[in-house]
T-cell receptor
Framework: AQKITQTQPGMFVQEKEAVTLDCTYDTSDQSYGLFWYKQPSSGEMIFLIYQGSYDEQNATEGRYSLNFQKARKSANLVISASQLGDSAMYFCAMREGFSGGYQKVTFGTGTKLQVIP | GAVVSQHPSRVICKSGTSVKIECRSLDFQATTMFWYRQFPKQSLMLMATSNEGSKATYEQGVEKDKFLINHASLTLSTLTVTSAHPEDSSFYIC???????????????FGAGTRLSVL
């Protein structure tokens, strides 16, 4: 079974509108972390936002917010007021467990977002 | 903060040659760095976890003799693709996390990637 599922291979959004990118995850761990990264065409992976499994509040970072629904195992990324520069691939990722050391991070297949002027 | 530098950004080489890719954490110490490979329009696949001062941990199916990893200091890890062949052509990207205990979130900060083309 896929640990991270992104069901939207591609999305379009009008400039200045909000858009939601879907992500569901599968884990039996009680402690885990969820991440969203942006990958422009240049290739670098840019960290956007993090949500810990024990965080009670949804994470927010500027125009990015993470809609965390633990019972449904979903961690959707919401981008408000889309800008042309938001056009990129977006990856959802999960780190399972935390023992004070490093744990592997698993990435989803990504969603290509295109912002339309 | 948390800047990771990766060089070169692009390399074209002949089949049979070896290519070295460097990954540096510029403003923090990284006990552990990660090396990923990404095929066009696909996700990142973890190749190996690089630990400073010890042997790297390779993922299943990754040839350790093919992809040599050295993590000689807290700020530098290198990936050497030995005797490269056209099927090794890919996008290679490294990441680093802050030392455990200083960043519970263990966010991985990525380099800009290296696009390898083997002729």
């Amino acid at each position: 079974a896929q640990k991270i599922t992104q069901t939207q291979p591609g999305m379009f959004v009008q400039e200045k509108e909000a858009v939601t990118l879907d992500c569901t995850y599968d884990t039996s761990d009680q402690s885990y972390g969820l991440f969203w990264y942006k990958q422009p065409s240049s290739g670098e992976m840019i960290f956007l936002i993090y949500q810990g499994s024990y965080d009670e509040q949804n994470a927010t970072e500027g125009r990015y917010s993470l809609n965390f629904q633990k019972a449904r195992k979903s961690a959707n990324l919401v981008i408000s007021a889309s800008q042309l520069g938001d056009s990129a691939m977006y990856f959802c990722a999960m780190r399972e467990g935390f023992s004070g050391g490093y744990q592997k991070v698993t990435f989803g297949t990504g969603t290509k977002l295109q912002v339309i002027p | 903060g948390a800047v990771v530098s990766q060089h070169p950004s692009r390399v074209i080489c002949k089949s049979g040659t070896s290519v070295k890719i460097e990954c540096r954490s510029l403003d923090f110490q990284a006990t552990t760095m990660f090396w990923y490979r990404q095929f066009p329009k696909q996700s990142l696949m973890l190749m190996a976890t690089s630990n400073e001062g010890s042997k790297a941990t390779y993922e299943q199916g990754v040839e350790k003799d093919k992809f040599l990893i050295n993590h000689a200091s807290l700020t530098l890890s290198t990936l050497t693709v030995t005797s490269a062949h056209p099927e090794d052509s890919s996008f290679y990207i490294c990441s680093a996390s802050l030392t455990p205990g200083t960043e519970e979130r263990n966010i991985q900060y990525f380099g800009a990637g290296t696009r390898l083309s083997v002729l």
